[in-house]
């Protein structure tokens, strides 16, 4: 990365003037202590590091102090000013040309981090009840969680995408209940969920349990004996559903992880009798408690009732103990912002069955607004609700996909639908991908003959395919030497890519990737609005096209990490 590099000469030169005894004896002076940052002005340059901090160890004013580190410099063509206590860099076109070499060369490796420390992760995310539809705050959990599976694997990780199923509560019974109030109603009876509110919160009213109604009367003459049947087939058709869902959401998991089949096979059971034998847990009032808040848990928690059922939290602890004990270096879940309290509680039993607690990382992540010709919609299960289906039918899988990722997870997302349909630059997603789809047009362009359609007139391409393939082919850096002064931000945006990348990975943040291409999109259009890129000078043509070749490249390597396409036409 560029501004590494100039951080390495600063460091190296800082060496240098030690060892020569013009910085004074900086004994406490610790590498790495400094760091690169991008000037507010751009007439100051294109980075600058602030080495005013050194003042205390070399005892000499900053100005004096960045005026001895230059002198020790290896300068190339790169331009080094002092201001006050910063030293300012301008990039050589070396560095810029090196830059779209290395796009060229690494293609959908550009930006992969090297020499980092990589793990095997788990990743869960949106662990849905299979109670019904995906609602819009699900699609947000699924968009990012699939994105950052995708950037962590940029990186270097090995990541295994993993839904947990929560099919073994009162909920699932709940959903059998509701389906066999549908199929009387089917059948013609009348009869309806309950009035009373209180009572009402035991059933889901929605009007999605009518298809699976129709369905079961397809053949079934009427309701079972047993309820347990409608619980299980609603349960298996609605979990169908999701998952044809998430394909066509790109979202792809290694494992659908049942928190029913966790209890049948023992470790729930198993994970309390560990906690006892920790000496962690009491009883009181008849039931079992756990001693959280000897871990900084704000109380103590019931794991198992006075009426020998466990509660919510005894199944998590088992799955994230059974995570550990697969192998997992890192263990990353996301949640709502509603499931904080048991972050606290999950990372607790880990430390009191001996589990190193570090290895878990919760992102918990706020709501989703949807907004609908300037009013908010509200969403829940036990009425009409709008799904994460209907999102993705009124404005398509690319929006919905990058909507729910352009946010910093920890921020509440205000999704325009109106906003999220238009074919205009102030939606995000159409001014990335029209971005794309001007780049690819410009190859075309520089290959293809046109002709006039009102005489017929033919205009030969400047170049050929073959020739624009062997340009691509054997492109050398000091081809872009001729445009490399109008295109300077544009090159320093592409090179940002890779400093991007590696911060995001490192943050677990997707939402930079979507900023990133935004910027990157905006420069291009810059660039394009102010240079003629098919022109007669063949030399300044071959230059432009291969910072459009680049662009085009960085595009769709960061849109490929967000599950977004990459559209050549629009």
Not at 141 to 155: D, Q
Not at 445 to 471: C, R, Y
Not at 511 to 518: E, K, L, N, S
Request: negative net charge; glycine residues 6%.
């Amino acid at each position: 990365m560029i501004k590494d590099y100039f951080l390495n000469k600063i460091e190296t030169a800082i060496e240098k003037a030690v060892e020569d005894n013009k910085l004074g004896e900086m004994k406490e002076y610790t590498k790495g202590s400094l760091s690169t940052e991008r000037p507010k002005n751009a007439d100051f340059g294109d980075f600058a590091i602030n080495v005013s901090s050194l003042a205390r160890f070399a005892k000499m004013a900053p100005p004096q102090i960045a005026n001895t580190i230059i002198e020790y410099v290896d300068k190339e063509d790169n331009e080094y000013t002092v201001i006050a206590g910063f030293i300012n860099f301008k990039t050589g076109n070396k560095l810029l040309m090196d830059t779209i070499k290395e796009i060229s060369d690494k293609k959908e490796n550009y930006g992969k981090p090297e020499n980092v420390k990589t793990e095997k992760i788990i990743l869960e995310y949106i662990s849905a009840n299979p109670t019904g539809p995906f609602h819009i705050g699900h699609g947000r959990w699924a968009a990012m969680g699939s994105a950052l599976a995708n950037l962590l694997k940029l990186y270097g990780h090995e990541v295994y995408q993993e839904f947990y199923i929560n099919d073994a509560g009162s909920q699932i019974k709940k959903l059998g209940n509701s389906l066999a109030i549908r199929i009387r109603q089917e059948l013609g009876e009348d009869v309806d969920f309950p009035e009373d509110e209180i009572e009402r919160k035991n059933y889901y009213p929605g009007d999605y349990l009518i298809p699976v109604a129709k369905d079961w009367l397809k053949t079934h003459k009427g309701l079972p004996d047993d309820v347990q049947e409608l619980c299980d087939y609603a349960k298996e058709y609605e979990e169908k559903l999701q998952q044809e869902l998430l394909k066509t959401f790109r979202v792809h998991f290694d494992n659908f992880y049942s928190e029913l089949d966790l209890h049948k096979s023992g470790k729930v059971d198993e994970c309390v009798q560990k906690l006892k034998a920790s000496g962690k847990i009491y009883q009181q009032d008849g039931a079992d408690w756990f001693r959280s808040s000897d871990y900084g848990d704000e109380k103590d928690r019931v794991i198992r009732k006075a009426d020998g059922s466990n509660t919510y939290l005894t199944a998590d602890i088992a799955y994230h103990i059974d995570k550990v004990d697969r192998g997992y270096d890192r263990l990353i879940n996301i949640w709502g912002a509603d499931h904080h309290g048991y972050v606290a509680r999950v990372k607790a039993s880990m430390e009191a069955l001996g589990y190193d607690s570090s290895k878990l990382e919760i992102l918990l992540g706020q709501l989703v607004n949807l907004v609908i010709n300037g009013n908010e919609v509200r969403m829940g299960k036990r009425k009409n609700m709008v799904t994460l289906d209907d999102l993705i039918e009124e404005v398509g899988v690319d929006a919905t996909r990058f909507w729910m990722c352009m946010r910093n997870i920890d921020t509440t997302l205000d999704f325009d639908i109106e906003l999220a349909k238009t074919n205009s630059d102030e939606n995000p997603v159409f001014y990335v991908q029209y971005a794309h789809a001007r780049a690819c047009s410009i190859l075309r362009n520089a290959i293809e003959d046109k002709i006039n359609s009102q005489t017929g007139d033919v205009t030969k391409a400047p170049m050929t395919e073959t020739e624009l393939n062997e340009f691509i082919n054997n492109y050398k850096a000091d081809m872009l030497l001729p445009t490399v002064d109008t295109a300077k931000k544009l090159i320093l945006k592409l090179e940002e890519y890779k400093s991007m990348i590696k911060t995001s990975a490192e943050t677990r943040q997707v939402y930079t990737i979507c900023r990133y291409v935004q910027e990157l999109a905006g420069e291009f259009h810059s660039f394009y609005n102010a240079n003629r890129v098919i022109c007669e000078d063949k030399s300044l043509m071959k230059s432009r096209l291969a910072l459009v070749l680049a662009v085009k490249r960085v595009l769709k390597n960061a849109l490929d990490i967000l599950a977004v396409t990459a559209p050549e036409k629009m």
